[in-house]
């Protein structure tokens, strides 16, 4: 399950995410961090179901940082995508993708959240959660 990580100035700096992962023993992947020294906000994988990630997402809660939890990344609008591919080459993950028919195919589990589809699509029709 993908997650926000909301921290604030009290809990951004103690080692949170680190002491949730070997209090659960599971396993998460930073997707994306950006961490300043009074605040900071990760997108994370939590790989984890069930009562385990209760458990994780009680945690993060805790110890006061705000979770979101991300059920959609992006969104394309296609009536007004011209399946240009702009958006294809520039992803770093491979979530973006064209079928034989050259229209745009977006992947929700390989995609990170970093936004380089949003700038390189030249028609605007990319949105971020």
């Known amino acids: 399950m ?3 990580l909301i921290y604030s100035p009290e809990n951004v700096q103690r080692p949170v995410l680190s002491e949730i992962i070997q209090r659960t023993n599971v396993p998460i992947n930073i997707l994306k961090a950006e961490v300043k020294p009074n605040s900071g906000e990760m997108l994370i994988d939590v790989l984890a179901v069930g009562e385990k ?3 994780v997402l009680s ?3 805790k110890a006061g940082v705000k979770v979101k939890e991300i ?3 992006l969104e394309i609008d296609h009536v007004r995508c011209i399946s240009c591919g702009a958006c ?3 992803c770093p993950v491979q979530a973006i993708s064209q079928d034989e028919n ?3 195919i977006f992947d929700e589990e390989k995609c990170i959240g970093c ?3 949003v ?3 030249p028609m605007g029709v990319i949105q971020m959660f």
């Open 53 to 55: 990630l209760k458990e």
């Open 2 to 4: 993908k997650l926000k």
């Open 88 to 90: 294809v080459s520039p």
């Open 119 to 121: 700038h390189a699509c």
């Open 71 to 73: 059920t959609r990344t």
């Open 115 to 117: 936004r380089i589809c």
């Open 59 to 61: 945690l993060f809660q």
């Open 102 to 104: 050259w229209d745009i």
